[in-house]
């Protein structure tokens, strides 16, 4: 199965922009990649899907059109732009792997977005 | 409004047993996967299984197979996670999450999640 890793920490000044990064392990560069954003002491909630074409399908409910993605070889990015205060967050990254009673959803360890 | 609600906070002693709930609302419950994901204090999010909710066929993340059950009622649109046996590595926050069975099943919308602590 997949490990997809994430820097732990990154930061944004106000108004500026930031990407953040998914990698996936090597063999895994046709997988998709889902980023999930989650505020302090809140539950995750669903970002948006990339895979190497890019967004799959459509964002979660009231994601601004300031948050993008984009996907190339390993690489799995999301970029805010305008970078408000209430974007900060933790963000991870997930893929699935496998399927029926072999699936299993894998999950990045995460990246903290502070805002400067 | 999809919404997914679950139970409140647990403080459980080490040995003890425990069943947490999460009720589904505002969408049909037995057409979507329920799955449980563990987040340890300043930790980052892990699956630990899901469920299919119209005939309760479960598959687990190795890792947690044995040590919890998730079972579910359809007929109150609430699916369970269960522990025999608690310990203090049990200590975590658990989200359940909804996610369909077609290509786009992304984990959409998530529960409140619920703390458990595990502390004699």
């Known amino acids: 199965q997949p490990v997809l890793t994430q820097p732990p920490s990154a930061s944004a000044s106000l108004g500026a922009s930031v990407t953040l990064t998914c990698t996936l392990s090597s063999g895994y560069s046709n997988y998709k990649v889902d980023w999930y954003q989650q505020r302090p002491e809140k539950g995750p909630r669903f970002v948006m899907r990339?895979?190497?074409?890019?967004?799959?399908?459509s964002k979660g409910d009231g994601i601004p059109d300031r948050f993008s993605v984009l996907g190339s070889g390993l690489n799995r990015y999301l970029t805010i732009n305008n970078v408000h205060e209430e974007d900060e967050s933790d963000y991870h990254c997930a893929a699935d792997h496998g399927s029926g009673s072999n699936f299993v959803r894998v999950f990045g360890g995460g990246t903290k977005l502070t805002v400067l | 409004e999809v919404q997914l609600v679950q139970s409140g906070a647990e403080v459980k002693e080490p040995g003890e047993s425990l069943r947490i709930s999460c009720k589904g609302s505002g969408y049909s419950f037995t057409n979507y996967w329920i799955s449980w994901v563990r987040q340890m204090p300043g930790r980052g999010l892990e699956w630990m299984g899901r469920i299919d909710p119209s005939d309760s066929y479960t598959n687990y993340n190795p890792s947690f197979q044995g040590h919890v059950t998730i079972s579910a009622d359809k007929s109150i649109s609430t699916a369970y996670l269960q522990w025999g046996s608690l310990k203090a590595s049990d200590t975590a926050i658990y989200y359940c999450?909804?996610?369909?069975?077609?290509?786009?099943?992304?984990?959409?919308?998530w529960g409140q999640g619920a703390l458990v602590t595990v502390s004699s």
């Open positions: 999450a909804r996610h369909p069975r077609s290509t786009y099943n992304w984990f959409d919308p």
């Open positions: 990339v895979g190497t074409g890019g967004i799959v399908g």
